[in-house]
């Protein structure tokens, strides 16, 4: 009859044993703190990241259940299976959010956006909402974001105003001309109608085709900053040349092209050393090269007196009123 032995475990092998098992708990725990450290360290709380979980989870279902609608050859089908599963879960559009308005009226663009409200997320089209918006006078550029799960996100660039537009209404009741003011931008884009009452607190363009001109004046009176302050208005003439109404009414009638900025230097050094503004001159004219005639009301026969560039003394002239 045979017999069967039993090797005992030896105790080294007991002892190693023991060791793995305490080696592996260590490691567990290490990774359990380690992960827990790690999940310290985001910036955000732990439901939002479980929120983030879900939205994942959410969006695979629905690419999957897009993907095999749309390998049946029902794309249509898909689609509102998707509205269908976002909706369920909560994912259509309930809330807007609008960042970045200072002038523009924010119910222009709630006007266009709550079209969107309870619609499931999956079927907003967020380029053709952000080109609506770009019709809007004041918007220079927009974009749309979806923060889920239920809110639509828009953010407005404005259009910045650098000028009022006086635009012609052609011969009133009394016989006078009669006209109405715009906000314009640097690009010349009309952005709001305003009063008479504020347009003079801005400078007033006029002129055909001074829209398109807004940067060249700007560039213009930069030249000098003390007439900056002091002029009112600018009027393009014939497509070429500015005349300035300064705030004490008085015109200053400036050279075609690139002699307009060295006439305006000119004529702030001689209202420096002559006090023009505010003088008993109606208009200056600097379209000659070297000297400003000055008209002067009441004047006899239309004559009219003059200062050469360059000098400090008024001295006549016979130049024709007209000329």
Do not use: C
Not at 15 to 32: D, I, M, N, V
Not at 282 to 294: E, H, K, L, T, W
């Amino acid at each position: 009859m045979t017999k069967l032995r039993r090797t005992a475990t030896s105790a080294r092998k007991v002892a190693e044993r023991a060791e793995k098992q305490r080696s592996l708990r260590k490691a567990q725990a290490r990774t359990g703190s380690m992960f827990d450290h790690a999940m310290a360290m985001l910036p955000i709380s732990e439901a939002s990241l479980h929120r983030i979980f879900l939205a994942i989870i959410l969006g695979g279902a629905v690419a999957l259940a897009w993907l095999v609608a749309s390998l049946a050859g029902v794309p249509a089908m898909a689609a509102a299976q998707v509205s269908s599963v976002a909706r369920q879960a909560g994912f259509e559009v309930r809330r807007v959010e609008v960042r970045g308005t200072k002038h523009l009226n924010e119910l222009k663009i709630y006007e266009r956006v709550l079209a969107e409200r309870n619609r499931a997320m999956p079927e907003v089209d967020v380029k053709a909402l952000r080109e609506d918006l770009l019709q809007l006078s004041w918007v220079q550029d927009a974009r749309v974001s979806r923060q889920l799960p239920d809110t639509l996100v828009v953010d407005i660039i404005e259009r910045k105003a650098r000028a009022v537009l006086r635009v012609s209404d052609g011969t009133g009741a009394d016989g006078k001309p009669a006209s109405h003011f715009v906000l314009i931008d640097a690009s010349g884009k009309v952005l709001d109608p305003v009063s008479a009452g504020q347009a003079h607190r801005r400078l007033i363009l006029s002129g055909d085709g001074v829209e398109d001109q807004v940067a060249a004046v700007a560039s213009l009176l930069d030249v000098s900053p003390a007439l900056k302050a002091q002029v009112a208005e600018a009027d393009w003439i014939g497509n070429r040349r500015w005349n300035l109404i300064f705030k004490t009414g008085q015109v200053l009638e400036l050279p075609e092209g690139d002699a307009a900025p060295g006439a305006l230097v000119a004529f702030a050094r001689l209202d420096g050393t002559n006090r023009l503004l505010g003088g008993k001159a109606a208009a200056f004219d600097m379209r000659a090269a070297d000297r400003v005639y000055i008209r002067v009301p009441g004047r006899a026969d239309g004559a009219l007196g003059s200062l050469a560039l360059g000098h400090t003394s008024a001295v006549a002239t016979a130049k024709p009123e007209g000329e």
